[in-house]
């Protein structure tokens, strides 16, 4: 007990000196096994995270929908800075955020992509500001992550196509993601139920890593984690402590 | 690079008389037919000469400079009407002014008949130089004025080449190319007096690559500095500048410099001043600003200039200073700039505000307005936008691009629909396992990857806008396709259609293609 009173305590001298996380509010997903695992209960505004898919296309399209459904539920306009356009908007529609709040800026390639967003990110008062990239440096990650702090803007890079060996490289994003698409429940029907993603918490800030299977977003960007599904990430969490 | 376009209107008087008769015929009723040869005359010593003749008239062999008694002996119907320089001089002017708000901030007549426009870091507004030249000329023909347009580095080469090679569509002469270009063209060309055009053709001298290889001492002793001054400026050898012209009652202001500055501070702070004063005028004048030009007026005469756009009438002096700021990288000092001048080229109406009060001051919504002006001047304005609902059948055009503070319309789709969240820019073809008429495919290879499906929806059947010419439905009216979502064994969700009803084959191809992945 004393011990975990005195980790506690370190860890919000930790988040006073780096200076994320206490400042700005949180976006909790709403999911308690997920919520407790972050710090602040949520995803942190004011900082940079990171969401990546795979190189196949149907996990980056899941990537795209989890994070629609992360700025669905943040107040204020979005931009979404692209390098060319394969984003299909009635998807982001479908996922709660709607097409008056999304601005778009094609910039053509990574490095202009991030000039964008540190534009962007200059500008208090906006909901959120997503870059798809390929690659980016360590370096790239600091400027965005002061830029978000200065700010209070959630910042979302998302790494299109990426392998899972990219995730070694250091990065100065709050938290890392990796987003797969996951078999969904056989209705028995010629029909599709509810998709199902695997979140993949890879890094965290002032936390541990995780993964859960959960449902994609509803029309109001809310994730879903049916009943049937609470079992695996015990187990799950189960393997990782045994490991 | 310097791109300099020349625009050359062969039968400008005739033309504009043509125009201006056809709008409001003269008291007489008398119209110009378009059938009877027109030439324009002036008083000489007594006589009257032809001044400008038109295509008709050309062809007749009637040129400038013959008397109109000589003229009528080749048509007796010819039609004659008193030249009026200077309205020709107004209207060439009035042309320059709309190109100037169109197509290039630097653009100035070229009297008696053409026009200049430099071009340099315009073309991305049109995304390339020829979409920009085939604009222009499609429009100036459109005005019933006969044109030749060329573009090329030197403003001597663009002149050269528009006056004498006759094409019907605008010539371009690729960087780096205009010494090949004028090469073979007449010493005429080289916009020199008739004098020395035909003093030069007595010693033999036909096309200007003769000139370029001969000494030029000689002939300098003979005719003067002019010739190589001109055969100078058409190979980029000696500068050209062109003074651009402003309409009157635009906001502006200019500041001359003692000793010419060259550092990106001094610009600034030069911007700063300039947008104080246009912001000035633009109050008393109830305006914002939509378009601002900043031209550099360098020592060696050339003009560069910066064109910032915002996406709302402005009167912001720090954030419109801040754009121009964005974009003086792009200016090129050289030995130094000895002027600036601000033109606020696009006002419109504005009213004024009233200040923040101290309460608004904390909780204002971000300013949009600014950060789109900022991300369009640096990456373009069509790339910068939202995604707005299109009333379409097929689901590639159901979303299109509207300007980015555009919020007026009604946002949303169906919401019933299944849509993917990445769509490929074209369908891809695939090779697929699927029973016939309208079972989902069993099996799918995509670019060289098995994917095997285990539960799937559909079809959702889409026809094709048959009243369209272009597109899909261009090569098949009445297409239709055949949406499925499926699921592989992974969870990967795509969407998939089959070209064609399954049945009838003028409806498709019946080939399979994949189309996008859902989350």
Redesign the interface.
């Known amino acids: 007990m004393r011990e975990s009173v005195v980790l506690q305590n370190l860890r919000a001298q930790i988040a006073q000196i780096e200076g994320a996380g206490a400042r700005h509010a949180v976006v909790p997903f709403g999911i308690d096994a997920i919520d407790q695992r972050l710090p602040g209960g949520g995803l942190a505004t004011g900082a940079l995270h990171e969401v990546a898919g795979s190189p ?7 990537a ?3 994070l ?1 459904g992360i700025l669905a539920r943040i107040d ?2 979005v ?1 979404w800075c692209l390098r ?12 709660g955020l ?3 709040r ?7 390639s990574d490095a ?1 992509v991030m ?2 967003m540190e ?2 990110l200059r ?4 909901g959120g500001v997503v870059g798809e990239i390929g690659k980016y440096s360590t370096t790239a990650s600091k400027r965005l992550q002061l830029a978000a702090e200065g700010s209070g803007v959630a910042a979302f890079v998302f790494r299109r196509a990426s392998k899972v060996e990219q995730s070694v490289e250091g990065t100065a994003a709050m938290t890392r993601w990796r987003i ?5 429940e ?2 028995g029907i ?3 139920g509810r ?3 695997q979140i993949a918490l890879e890094r965290v800030r002032g936390g541990n890593p995780h993964a859960w299977i959960v449902e ?2 509803d ?1 109001t960007g809310r994730l879903g984690l049916s009943s049937a599904l609470v079992d695996r990430p015990a187990a799950a969490e189960d393997r990782q402590v045994a490991a | 690079m310097r791109r300099v376009a020349s625009v050359y209107l062969p039968h400008w008087s005739t033309d504009r008389l043509r125009r201006k008769t056809a709008k409001s015929p003269p008291d007489g009723g008398d119209t110009l037919s378009p059938t009877i040869p027109l030439v324009t005359a002036i008083p000489d010593h007594g006589r009257r000469i032809v001044a400008a003749v038109d295509a008709g008239a050309r062809a007749l062999g009637i040129t400038p400079g013959m008397t109109i008694t000589k003229a009528r002996s080749f048509a007796p119907e010819l039609a004659v009407v008193d030249a009026q320089p200077d309205a020709d001089v107004d209207g060439l002017r009035r042309i320059a002014l709309w190109a100037g708000q169109r197509y290039s901030p630097i653009v100035a007549p070229d009297a008696p008949d053409g026009l200049w426009l430099d071009i340099t870091g315009c073309a991305s507004l049109f995304s390339t130089e020829a979409a920009l030249l085939k604009d222009l000329h499609r429009r100036i023909a459109a005005f019933g004025v006969a044109v030749q347009i060329a573009v090329a580095d030197t403003a001597g080469c663009a002149h050269a080449v528009a006056r004498h090679v006759p094409a019907g569509r605008p010539v371009t002469i690729e960087p780096g190319d205009h010494r090949k270009a004028i090469a073979l063209l007449p010493i005429a060309a080289l916009r020199l007096e008739a004098g020395i055009v035909e003093g030069l053709r007595k010693l033999g001298f036909e096309r200007i690559e003769q000139l370029i290889g001969t000494p030029r001492g000689p002939l300098a002793k003979r005719f003067g500095r002019t010739l190589h001054r001109r055969l100078d400026q058409a190979l980029g050898f000696a500068p050209e500048p062109i003074e651009p012209i402003f309409p009157e009652h635009l906001p502006r202001a200019r500041r001359g410099f003692m000793e010419p500055i060259a550092t990106p501070e001094a610009f600034a702070r030069v911007i700063g001043d300039l947008v104080a004063d246009a912001v000035d005028q633009l109050g008393r004048v109830g305006k914002g600003a939509r378009r601002l030009d900043c031209y550099f007026h360098r020592v060696d005469g050339q003009t560069q200039v910066i064109r910032v756009g915002t996406a709302a009438p402005s009167r912001d002096p720090k954030h419109l200073s801040k754009l121009l700021a964005a974009k003086i990288e792009t200016v090129e000092p050289g030995l130094g700039i000895e002027a600036m001048t601000l033109v606020v080229s696009l006002i419109e109406p504005m009213a004024a505000r009233q200040g923040e009060s101290l309460e608004s001051l904390g909780k ?5 307005a ?3 002006d ?2 369009a001047n ?2 373009g304005g069509r ?7 299109q009333a379409s059948a097929m ?1 590639e055009r ?2 299109a691009t509207a300007p ?1 503070l555009d ?1 007026a319309r009604d ?3 169906d ?1 019933d ?9 074209r369908p891809e073809p695939i090779e697929v396992i699927a029973l016939l008429p309208d079972d ?1 495919p069993r099996l799918f290879v995509w670019r060289g990857k098995r994917f095997r499906v ?4 559909g079809p959702e059947r889409l026809h094709g806008e048959w009243w369209r010419d272009g597109g899909v439905e261009g090569e098949q009216p009445f297409a239709v396709r055949d949406y499925y ?1 499926v ?8 969407w998939l259609f089959r070209a064609g009803d399954g049945e009838n084959p003028s409806t498709g191809s019946m080939r399979w293609f994949i189309h ?4």
């Open positions: 196949d296309l149907a996990d980056d399209a899941s795209t929908i989890f629609a204020g306009p931009f060319w356009r394969d984003l299909f908007a009635p998807a982001l529609h479908l996922a709607r097409a008056d999304v601005i778009y800026v094609e910039a053509g202009n000039l964008a534009e962007c500008h208090p008062g906006l797969t698409a996951s078999p969904s056989d209705l010629p029909s599709l998709p199902r993603w994609g977003c029309a | 204002r919504g971000p300013d949009l600014a950060l789109v900022a991300l640096r990456f790339n910068v936008h939202r995604m707005m609902p689901p159901s979303a980015a919020t946002a949303g789709w919401d629909l299944p849509r993917p969240a990445r769509m490929l820019a989902a285990t539960q799937g929806d979502q699921e592989t064994m992974s969870g990967g969700r795509y996008g992945a859902f989350a």
